[in-house]
């Protein structure tokens, strides 16, 4: 089974930054470009950021662009979103999953081996 798996979540204060890790459980990330979803009590599930498969080629949703920044390390399996200036709105469970093709679109429908989230919550 084909699973990638979340970690770095927490409770952090407004301004605050994270590292969300993302790494796959029984295949290699390294022919996949992967994205970064995010998902709010009551808010549909909404891309946050993606990357190519050699990392060449990100995207963002307007409203992370400049705090946010997404990478990968193929040689380690895994990869990160760097959160900064994190606001109450980040607020969510943050997914990773894959696509074996690139292109700017961020449609979670399109993505597959969702992980199980990690929860973000930015709060004073």
Same mark, same amino acid.
């Given at each position: 089974?084909?699973?990638?798996?979340?970690?770095?979540?927490?409770?952090?204060?407004?301004?605050?930054?994270?590292?969300?890790?993302?790494?796959?459980s029984?295949?290699?990330?390294?022919?996949?470009?992967?994205?970064w979803?995010?998902? *709010?009590?009551?808010?549909?599930?909404?891309?946050? $950021?993606?990357?190519?498969?050699?990392?060449? $080629?990100t995207?963002?949703?307007?409203?992370?662009?400049?705090?946010f920044?997404?990478?990968?390390?193929? *040689?380690?399996?895994?990869?990160?979103?760097?959160?900064?200036?994190?606001?109450?709105?980040?607020?969510?469970?943050?997914?990773?999953?894959?696509?074996?093709?690139?292109?700017?679109?961020?449609?979670?429908?399109?993505?597959?081996?969702?992980?199980?989230?990690?929860?973000?919550?930015?709060?004073?």
């Amino acid at each position: 089974q084909l699973q990638l798996v979340e970690s770095g979540g927490g409770l952090v204060q407004p301004g605050g930054s994270l590292r969300l890790s993302c790494t796959a459980s029984g295949f290699t990330l390294d022919y996949y470009a992967i994205g970064w979803f995010r998902e *709010a009590p009551g808010k549909e599930r909404e891309g946050v $950021s993606c990357i190519s498969s050699s990392g060449g $080629s990100t995207n963002y949703e307007d409203s992370v662009k400049g705090r946010f920044t997404i990478s990968r390390d193929n *040689a380690k399996n895994t990869v990160y979103l760097q959160m900064n200036s994190l606001k109450p709105e980040d607020t969510a469970v943050y997914y990773c999953a894959a696509r074996n093709y690139y292109d700017e679109t961020m449609y979670w429908a399109d993505f597959g081996s969702w992980g199980q989230g990690t929860q973000v919550t930015v709060s004073s």
